[in-house]
């Protein structure tokens, strides 16, 4: 609000300046441009704000869909290695079935009690 020197009226009533008043027409102008200003001003701190949450949200997208591709490469190595411990472990049975049958069975057998009783 833009006072000029002129606008000042001095006459005093009890120790107080008392400005010039202005017109109807004046006050609905400076109403209309400060509500102009007032409304330039809501849309764009609207639009900083929607702006900034939708970056956020495209930002936690990205991120979780990094996250399940590293889920599934995880599971995939997991069933990898879950895969050559089972063929590990085949391998191992066969070559114990291999020494078996380069045994020879035994002719006489003899069975031992671990209970203590004698039959």
Do not use: H, W
Request: glycine share 4%.
């Amino acid at each position: 609000m833009n006072v000029s020197f002129e606008d000042i009226n001095y006459r005093k009533r009890e120790g107080k300046i008392i400005l010039k008043k202005a017109t109807l027409s004046q006050e609905v102008r400076r109403s209309i441009v400060l509500l102009i200003f007032t409304l330039l001003g809501i849309i764009v701190l609207l639009s900083i704000v929607f702006l900034l949450n939708t970056s956020q949200a495209n930002q936690k997208g990205y991120v979780l869909q990094q996250e399940q591709v590293d889920k599934e490469n995880y599971l995939m190595q997991s069933r990898e290695l879950i895969d050559k411990i089972i063929q590990a472990q085949a391998y191992k049975t066969i070559e114990d079935k291999i020494m078996q049958k380069k045994m020879q069975a035994p002719d006489n057998l003899t069975y031992i009690n671990t209970t203590g009783k004698n039959k």
